[in-house]
């Protein structure tokens, strides 16, 4: 495989302030010299967790989305079975236990589907999401805090209300259109 060419690191940091730390997030502000020599400021936000999604696609094609109201968008949301995984866990297992907290699926056959980063202005956040086949119905276990529909649909339709805007979580427009050209719809 080509590489792509890397350059090294134009940023120069001068100082660094944590100034909000949760269970979930550290946001740190930077004082920093910019790549054009500027002072400025810079702030990330660390995530603490990694953002894992699966798709679970059965023999007839059909796969399983999870609604829930999205506190910080403000409004109800039908995305790929997603959580979070700790940095230290492997990205595999948190999915395997997504998907049956979130589902009730268990799968037989998992497959990295696709890994990106989800805002690389303002986080360091990472997705990773996995395709999963073979599936069986379990009972569905979510947390305490989420209150969650699941549906079923044929992954043709899925791709429709993304190319419609009907569905605009980032890492389930990613994966559906990835399994579109992967010729899965």
């Known amino acids: 495989?080509?590489?792509?060419?890397?350059?090294?690191?134009?940023?120069?940091?001068?100082?660094?302030?944590?100034?909000y730390n949760n269970p979930w997030i550290q946001i740190t502000q930077y004082d920093v010299i910019?790549?054009?020599?500027?002072?400025?400021?810079?702030?990330k936000v660390h995530f603490k967790n990694r953002a894992i999604g699966v798709v679970a696609l059965d023999q007839q094609r059909h796969i399983y989305l999870v609604g829930q109201y999205r506190f910080v968008l403000d409004r109800y949301s039908w995305e790929l079975p997603e959580g979070g995984g700790p940095l230290n866990e492997a990205p595999l297992a948190a999915a395997k236990r997504e998907l049956l907290e979130e589902t009730g699926l268990v799968a037989d056959k998992?497959?990295?589907?696709?890994?990106?980063d989800l805002s690389n202005s303002v986080t360091d956040e990472e997705a990773t999401v996995f395709l999963a086949t073979g599936l069986t119905q379990k009972q569905a276990a979510p947390?305490?805090?989420?209150?969650?529909?699941t549906m079923r649909q044929p992954l043709a339709r899925v791709f429709e209300?993304?190319?419609?805007?009907?569905?605009?979580?980032?890492?389930t427009v990613a994966s559906v259109l990835k399994l579109k050209v992967l010729g899965y719809c």
Do not use: A, F, H
């Open 34 to 43: 910019n790549p054009s020599g500027g002072d400025g400021i810079y702030g």
């Open 143 to 149: 947390e305490p805090t989420e209150k969650l529909q």
């Open 110 to 116: 998992w497959e990295t589907l696709l890994q990106m």
């Open 1 to 19: 495989m080509d590489k792509l060419p890397v350059e090294s690191n134009p940023w120069k940091i001068k100082d660094q302030q944590e100034v």
């Open 161 to 171: 209300w993304v190319m419609q805007g009907k569905i605009t979580d980032s890492i």
